[in-house]
């Protein structure tokens, strides 16, 4: 007996073939009807609770990007301000200064006092998007702390060049027709 019991009735005569057959129509389209669906109400809860998840970890990650992107720029709008503000003019400038930016050899044009006082560390060489602008040290500590790339030429302050203190042959002659 393997019939199914749907063709047993038929055979006993308990149900009409036009039943049978509507049966059997409507059970295909309640099955086409929960293709789609999940299973169960547990298993469409936790669906949506996975992907409002991950939902909102896109959005904090996107959210945290931005922010980040406004620290950046804040920090880029305080540095060019500092710069701007403080620059060092260099008019008249003759002698080129050559430092590097990255890769490159870059050169900044200065006066020869500019000169001395960027070599005595007083002045500093500060990059601002394309340009570059002489500030003084105190400047230049500052916009090191905010964004040290931008502070491309600090050299460290020379109170006296020749400190008797520190040489250790301060005790000795150098001769006048020394030639080197």
Request: hydrophobic residues 35%.
């Amino acid at each position: 007996m393997s019939s199914s019991l749907q063709d047993q009735l038929l055979a006993a005569g308990l149900v009409k073939k036009k039943d049978a057959k509507r049966a059997e129509h409507d059970k295909r389209k309640q099955k086409k009807r929960n293709r789609g669906k999940p299973r169960g109400p547990d298993e469409s809860s936790e669906l949506a609770r996975h992907y409002a998840a991950r939902e909102a970890a896109r959005a904090r990650e996107l959210n945290e990007q931005r922010q980040q992107a406004a620290r950046r720029k804040a920090v880029q709008a305080e540095v060019k301000q500092l710069a701007e503000q403080h620059k060092v003019a260099r008019d008249g400038a003759e002698i080129p200064y050559q430092f590097t930016h990255g890769k490159r050899i870059r050169q900044i044009m200065v006066t020869e006092p500019l000169r001395q006082r960027l070599v005595a560390g007083q002045l500093a060489v500060v990059a601002v998007g394309q340009r570059y602008h002489l500030v003084p040290d105190a400047i230049a500590a500052r916009i090191a702390e905010r964004a040290p790339e931008s502070v491309l030429v600090r050299n460290a302050s020379q109170p006296g060049v020749g400190n008797a203190q520190d040489d250790p042959y301060a005790d000795y002659q150098v001769p006048d027709d020394l030639i080197w």
